[in-house]
Nanobody
Framework: VQLQASGGGSVRPGASLRLSCAGT????????VAWYRQAPGKQREMVAR???????EYADSVKGRFTISRDNTKKTLYLQMDTLKPEDTGIYYC???????WGPGTQVTVSS
């Protein structure tokens, strides 16, 4: 199982970023997948998850600003992040709960 996240960067408050996570080595469409993040000095927390049936769930802190989606034909998970805030800063990871598999993460920094 390999998960490769990309799309992070350094942006100003109010900007947007789109993260991608390519999954290989497993039947991507058959698993629920999620985005987590870890801010400096804090525990890793779930940001959003998307189920096999495309149902979604979001952390309260990102509801209305972030959108999780998946393209099973490309075996890719996405996270569209709009109206970014400094508190969104952290390393973002894609995760497959059933397989307990983490990708290496991509850094997102929001600062003026």
């Amino acid at each position: 199982v390999q998960l490769q996240a990309s799309g992070g960067g350094s942006v100003r408050p109010g900007a947007s970023l789109r993260l991608s996570c390519a999954g290989t080595g497993f039947a991507f469409s058959a698993y629920n997948v999620a985005w987590y993040r870890q801010a400096p000095g804090k525990q890793r927390e779930m940001v959003a998850r998307i189920l096999i049936n495309a149902d979604t769930e979001y952390a309260d802190s990102v509801k209305g600003r972030f959108t999780i989606s998946r393209d099973n034909t490309k075996k890719t998970l996405y996270l569209q992040m709009d109206t970014l805030k400094p508190e969104d800063t952290g390393i973002y990871y894609c995760y497959v709960p059933t397989l307990h598999s983490w990708g290496p993460g991509t850094q997102v920094t929001v600062s003026s």
